[in-house]
Nanobody, 127 residues
Framework: QVQLVESGGGLVQAGDSLRLSCAAS????????MGWFRQAPGKEREFVGV????????YYADFVKGRCTISRDNAENTVYLQMNSLQPEDTAVYYC????????????????????WGQGTQVTVSS
C-alpha cells in the first residue's frame, strides 16, 4: 500500500523558514516524480515544485523560485521542501504527490498527473 506522509508544517512568522518532509513507502519511487502542491482556503490546488527521484531534476513554480528547494534522501525514502522567507500568502495546506515518469515536464505542474497523494500538512504564516 503506497503511503505519502507529510510533516513539518506549523505556525511561523513572516520571514521564517520551514522544512516540510514527505515520507514515502509501499513501493519503489525510483521511476517517479515527487511533487509538492499547496491549497489555500477558497483557492485551487497549485503547483509548488517537483523533483525526479532518480537523478534529482527539479522544477519550480515561478512564485517560489529562489525561496524553495526540493531534495530527497534515498536512504530515508523522504522528499523535502525547504521554504525560506515565508510570507502570509504562503499560508496553505501543503501536499506531497507521486507521479510516474514518462510525461513531458509541463505535465508535472498539473495535479491530475499524479497517482498518489499525502494527507497534507498545514503551514500558517503570520504577519
Amino acid at each position: 500500500q503506497v503511503q505519502l506522509v507529510e510533516s513539518g508544517g506549523g505556525l511561523v512568522q513572516a520571514g521564517d523558514s520551514l522544512r516540510l518532509s514527505c515520507a514515502a513507502s509501499g513501493r519503489s519511487f525510483s521511476n517517479y516524480f515527487m511533487g509538492w502542491f499547496r491549497q489555500a482556503p477558497g483557492k485551487e490546488r497549485e503547483f509548488v515544485g517537483v523533483i525526479r527521484w532518480s537523478g534529482g531534476t527539479t522544477y519550480y513554480a515561478d512564485f517560489v523560485k529562489g525561496r524553495c528547494t526540493i531534495s530527497r534522501d534515498n536512504a530515508e525514502n523522504t522528499v523535502y521542501l525547504q521554504m525560506n522567507s515565508l510570507q502570509p500568502e504562503d499560508t496553505a495546506v501543503y501536499y506531497c504527490a507521486a507521479g510516474s515518469i514518462g510525461y513531458p515536464s509541463y505535465r508535472y505542474y498539473r495535479s491530475g498527473t499524479y497517482d498518489y497523494w499525502g494527507q497534507g500538512t498545514q503551514v500558517t504564516v503570520s504577519s
